[in-house]
């Protein structure tokens, strides 16, 4: 099957008055139909940089040069009005803070009319029969109430489900997930993870989903990219960015999260406090027994991020 966006030697240089700062070096990728590429990495690493780059999201002083190839386009040669136009309806986004997204003045169903309006031919009792639906689908009760609330209204997780549930009924051939878990709470990024996984399965969506987080990207990511500084350092399944990869910076991420998920567990229930080799030599052991698998890794990482969230 041919990629629905192949992604080939794309630099992104920051030009600001005398001074130049090359942001993203030589990245390349592809992503199919029906599969999600995870792109992880660290504030500054370049994976957000990266897509807006592709998307015609930063301004002129920001330099681009590669190929973006989305169905025969190369979106790093269209015109802003086109990219706008793919923007809202073959391609799609979901964005990290929800609040941030919609206007704290207007209703939240007049937002969505607004939007469906824009990118399609639906007439006004259409948009609202289909807004109606959209959030039944997202799990959202008493949808008549909810188009009439405000955004502050809302819950972070209600509004992050709105906004998922709006770019999938644009029923958009790529859909692009930048940080979609950061701004919620533990239990709630568990939820809407699964409708990440939901949406692949039924829609066959071809997905990009941005993260820092290891946990996250375990359970919706077919294929996962690392960045650092600008590169992909490392790429491959989950399975090998947890247990075989090569990159120094890769294994320091894996590590590192192993270590903080070794000492919850030792705190808990009273594990023994193991070096960082046993750590890891334990991980390998597990992993062959098949028991280190995908829930059990994101179970602990959200566990955790709920803690660490607790103690900020």
Partial sequence: MSAILKVENLNVTLTQRKSSKKLVEEVSFEV??????????ESGSGKSMTVKSVLGLLDKNFQISGRAIFDGQDLLRESKEELRRLRGSRITMVLQNPMTCFDPLYRIGSQMAETFATHTTWSAQEIRSHSLEILAQMRIRNGEEVLEKYPHQLSGGMLQRIMIGIAMALEPELLIADEPTTAIDAITQYEILEEFVRIKKEKHTAML????????????????????????????TFEHILMHANDPYTRMLVEKRSAVMHRYRQVLHGDPILSQNQILNRSQVLNEKGLLNEKQFLDESQILNRKENAAC
Avoid: Q, W, Y
């Avoid at 199919?32 to 990495?41: H, K």
């Avoid at 989903?209 to 491959?236: C, E, P, Q, W």
């Fill in 209 to 236: 989903f941005i993260t820092h987080d290891l946990g996250a990207i375990s359970k919706v990511a077919d294929r996962v990219l690392v960045m650092n500084s600008g590169h992909i350092v490392d790429s491959g």
């Fill in 32 to 41: 199919r139909p029906g599969e999600c590429l995870g792109i992880l990495g």
